[in-house]
């Protein structure tokens, strides 16, 4: 019964965490529209937030659901129309049913995640001792040198490596950063520190810790949309939070982009400090420049008012169901009532013809004959009367019905209409966040070609100053050789 109950719980949190983490990411949404110009720290304390509320719900709804002793018998969202209960019912029994083949089916893509992490895990240990070199003591030095600047506490060690091919952190409580060889010779030191300020802006905010359990998260629930897109929003604001730490040391944006740009050049595969998806560097560097934080992309606005329709219909469903078993509740009740009243009557009348049929029997008179018509005529008057008064009843209890009805058609066609100028709104703010991110791409890329032929120029200018002074030098030798050869023109024959 244990191991019964175990498995039943936890399939029913698994598929919790789908409206959960749709709540959450509607929430994310909702904060990050709410957090435009509001610094990268901010808006990743609320993102990481989320996370671990989501994490927290999980973690009730299983130890909820293992206290239960009839799981197939709950009343999902409190749905009580027939024909949808019947059928939140039936789906509800073929998962509590089915509850050990949805966790197989879990547990097999979850093996298939748990591998992949695993091998990252492997290729991390195995880096650490692979062909490692230390670096030049300069480089030694600027270390030391910046953890005191970004006041790390811990020991951190910098090592060139022939094995990966991006730069990597790897530990928490003695974190080692690894260059690819070759890499602080190939650009210049100004470049190079500010990538470095950048990694250790990682081992500072403890990033290690919040990324490994994140990856747990991506495992564990590989199939909620709502986490995986949380997910992915914490580790884009999470470089941005990185970036500024870099830059509040380099002081120098135009230096900072510069080194982003080289370093990306330089390694098409680097997933430290360039992570996420395909335009991710010019996002980033377009937000450093405007000092403008990225809102949520057309496809991102589409997933985020998908969901809000989703609770929304299930939320209205819900209250119009209710609504709907509180009225015929209510009118059941009535009905409940009426025949009781309509019943007590009758025995009245058929006791006091007994009665007259008695004294009929003993004394039988035309008063009293008359006397009882009169009796009975009055009865079924009273009984005409109350069937009167039950139709009255009936028909205005109909009205009132009819009266709710009517007023809950307005509501719903006026929220209707909320809904359609919300998603016109929705739609031209979606529109202008296009078009200015065309513009802040096509403001980037010009900022890229600017810099591009101010290399070119600097890289002319270097060449043109070594011509320069090779003529300088050819000039001197044939001033030496002319001024030799007047020496010899002035000497006798």
């Known amino acids: 019964m244990t191991t019964d109950q175990l498995v039943q719980a936890f399939s029913?949190?698994?598929?919790?965490?789908?409206?959960?983490?749709?709540?959450?990411?509607?929430?994310?949404?909702?904060?990050?529209?709410?957090?435009?110009?509001?610094?990268?720290?901010?808006?990743?304390?609320?993102?990481?937030?989320?996370?671990?509320?989501?994490?927290?719900?999980?973690?009730?709804?299983?130890?909820?659901?293992?206290?239960?002793?009839?799981?197939?018998?709950?009343?999902?969202?409190?749905?009580?129309?027939?024909?949808?209960?019947?059928?939140?019912?039936?789906?509800?029994?073929?998962?509590?049913?089915?509850?050990?083949?949805?966790?197989?089916?879990?547990?097999?893509?979850?093996?298939?995640r748990a591998v992949k992490m695993m091998g990252g895990l492997v290729y991390l240990r195995r880096a650490r001792y692979k062909n490692i070199y230390s670096p030049e003591d300069f480089w030694k030095d600027k270390i030391v040198l910046l953890c005191e600047q970004l006041r790390i506490k811990k020991a951190v060690t910098?090592?060139?490596?022939?094995?990966?091919?991006?730069?990597?952190?790897?530990?928490?409580?003695?974190?080692?950063?690894?260059?690819?060889?070759?890499?602080?010779?190939?650009?210049?030191?100004?470049?190079?520190?500010?990538?470095?300020?950048?990694?250790?802006?990682?081992?500072?905010?403890?990033?290690?810790?919040?990324?490994?359990?994140?990856?747990?998260?991506?495992?564990?629930?590989?199939?909620?949309?709502?986490?995986?897109?949380?997910?992915?929003?914490?580790?884009?604001e999470r470089e941005h939070c990185c970036d500024d730490i870099a830059l509040a040391q380099t002081k120098n944006k135009r230096e900072f982009i510069e080194a982003l740009i080289s370093f990306k050049e330089h390694s098409n595969n680097y997933a430290v400090a360039f992570p996420g998806k395909k335009n991710h560097l010019l996002q980033r560097v377009s937000r450093i420049i405007h000092n403008k934080n990225n809102t949520l992309n057309p496809?991102?606005?589409?997933?985020?008012?998908?969901?809000?329709?989703?609770?929304?219909?299930?939320?209205?469903?819900?209250?119009?169901?209710?609504?709907?078993?509180?009225?015929?509740?209510e009118h059941v009740v009535l009905q409940e009532q009426q025949p009781v009243q309509k019943t007590v009557k009758p025995v009245v009348k058929h006791k006091k013809i007994k009665q007259v049929k008695e004294i009929k029997r003993v004394e039988p008179t035309d008063a009293e004959e008359a006397e009882r018509?009169?009796?009975?005529?009055?009865?079924?008057?009273?009984?005409?009367?109350?069937?009167?008064?039950?139709?009255?009843?009936?028909?205005?209890?109909?009205?009132?019905?009819?009266?709710?009805a009517h007023q809950q058609a307005i509501r719903d066609k006026e929220q209707a209409q909320r809904d359609r100028e919300q998603a016109a709104k929705d739609r031209e703010q979606a529109v202008k966040d296009r078009m200015q991110a065309d513009r802040d791409r096509m403001q980037a890329q010009r900022d890229r070609e600017q810099a591009d032929r101010d290399r070119a120029q600097a890289d002319k200018d270097r060449e043109q100053a070594r011509r320069d002074i090779e003529q300088a030098q050819r000039d001197r030798l044939r001033a030496d050789r002319e001024r030799e050869q007047a020496m010899r023109d002035k000497q006798p024959q």
């Open 12 to 112: 029913w949190t698994l598929i919790h965490s789908l409206w959960q983490g749709l709540l959450l990411s509607v929430i994310t949404g909702v904060v990050l529209m709410l957090t435009k110009r509001s610094s990268s720290a901010i808006r990743y304390n609320l993102i990481l937030l989320q996370l671990l509320l989501f994490i927290t719900g999980c973690v009730f709804t299983f130890a909820w659901e293992w206290q239960q002793n009839q799981l197939q018998t709950i009343d999902f969202l409190h749905l009580q129309a027939d024909n949808i209960k019947q059928y939140t019912q039936t789906v509800i029994s073929y998962f509590s049913a089915n509850a050990p083949m949805v966790l197989l089916l879990w547990f097999v893509l979850f093996i298939a």
């Open 158 to 236: 910098l090592f060139e490596s022939g094995y990966v091919k991006m730069p990597l952190i790897i530990g928490h409580f003695k974190p080692v950063i690894l260059i690819p060889a070759g890499l602080l010779a190939g650009l210049p030191a100004s470049q190079v520190e500010a990538v470095l300020l950048h990694e250790l802006a990682h081992i500072r905010r403890n990033d290690y810790c919040v990324n490994l359990l994140q990856n747990i998260m991506e495992a564990i629930f590989f199939f909620n949309p709502g986490l995986l897109w949380i997910s992915s929003l914490l580790r884009d």
């Open 373 to 404: 018509d009169r009796e009975q005529a009055i009865l079924d008057q009273e009984e005409a009367l109350n069937d009167q008064e039950q139709a009255a009843r009936d028909k205005e209890q109909f009205m009132r019905d009819k009266e709710q």
């Open 299 to 329: 496809i991102e606005k589409v997933f985020f008012m998908t969901g809000i329709l989703i609770l929304a219909v299930m939320v209205t469903a819900a209250g119009v169901m209710e609504v709907r078993t509180i009225v015929k509740e």
